[in-house]
C-alpha cells in the first residue's frame, strides 16, 4: 500500500511539476490522498493551500473539500 501512494505522488509530482502552479500540485495530491482515504492528509495539503495562496483560483475549492471533510 504504502509504494502504491509513494508511485501515485511521484506521477503527480511528475506531471504536476511541469506547471509551477504549487497550489494545483497540493490540491491534485489532496484529492490523491483523498481517494485514497487518508482524509488526514488531504485536510492538511488544503489547509495549506488555503494558508499560502489565499488568492489562488483554487483557494475556494479547498476551502469546500475543508468543509466536508470536517463533517465526515
Known sequence: ???VLI???MVLGLLSGCS????KELFDTAQFE???H???HALQLYQEIV????DSPLAKQAKER???LGKK
Open 20 to 23: 509551477g502552479d504549487k497550489s
Open 38 to 40: 487518508n482524509s488526514e
Open 34 to 36: 483523498e481517494k485514497q
Open 66 to 68: 475543508i468543509t466536508a
Open 7 to 9: 508511485a501515485g505522488m
Open 1 to 3: 500500500m504504502k509504494r
Open 51 to 54: 494558508s499560502k495562496y489565499p
